[in-house]
T-cell receptor, first 111, second 115 residues
């Protein structure tokens, strides 16, 4: 257990539905990251927060994706109008003294 | 842009045998280097990290890695593999000065351990 928690751990949704994932970071870490991992691949960077400010967004993050980190604490990642290509593991990580600590991930299946 | 190459997609070793997983990176300077392990359906666990100093770093679970600047490599080793080491291993780099604040991962090496 790294101290980073994610909810839910698994989500099955129908195409076209909206989904929201939550990440609760290690409390003293002000940097928070979202990654997406598809089968057989390494995690790919999606977005980065420092406190409540979203400082970096990948081109992978289409207009259907939005992430927030109100008050610099927990973060949410929302996907609107889900597509089958969104099926993946969504990983949250927070950064301490150099390395990142990963949560267990949310596995999304879009049917 | 930084990149990480793990040339071996899948490796099979016998329990008790030694292991070496290869990792090469491309970056303008020496980045921070990491190895992570991921069991099926789980998040990533940090095995070890290199920031600076001694180029041979020790990690958890008996793993070690050696940074070789001349070869832009950071190979992971273990002298004697246990069945519980079967998992997927990811090499990763992180810039150590400004720029993008993201970790770039390799595509991973899946380790199978046979009795």
């Amino acid at each position: 257990d790294t101290g980073v928690s994610q909810d839910p751990r698994h989500k099955i949704t129908k195409r076209g539905q909206n989904v929201t994932f939550r990440c609760d970071p290690i409390s003293e870490h002000n940097r928070l990251y979202w990654y997406r991992q598809t089968l057989g691949q390494g995690p790919e960077f999606l977005t980065y927060f420092q406190n409540e400010a979203q400082l970096e967004k990948s081109r992978l993050l289409s207009d259907r994706f939005s992430a927030e980190r109100p008050k610099g604490s927990f973060s949410t990642l929302e996907i609107q109008r889900t597509e089958q290509g969104d099926s993946a593991m969504y990983l949250c990580a927070t950064r301490g003294s150099g390395e990142q600590y990963f949560g267990p991930g949310t596995r999304l299946t879009v049917t | 842009a930084q990149s990480v190459t793990q040339p071996d997609i899948h490796i099979t070793v016998s329990e008790g045998a030694s292991l070496e997983l290869r990792c090469n990176y491309s970056y303008g300077a020496t980045p921070y280097l990491f190895w992570y392990v991921q069991s099926p359906g789980q998040g990533l666990q940090l095995l070890l990290k290199y920031f600076s100093g001694d180029t041979l770093v020790q990690g958890i679970k008996g793993f070690e890695a050696e940074f070789k600047r001349s070869q832009s490599s950071f190979n992971l080793r273990k002298p004697s593999v246990h069945w519980s080491d079967a998992a997927e291993y990811f090499c990763a780099v992180f810039p150590n000065s400004g720029g993008y604040q993201k970790v770039t991962f390799g595509t991973g090496t899946k380790l199978q351990v046979i009795p």
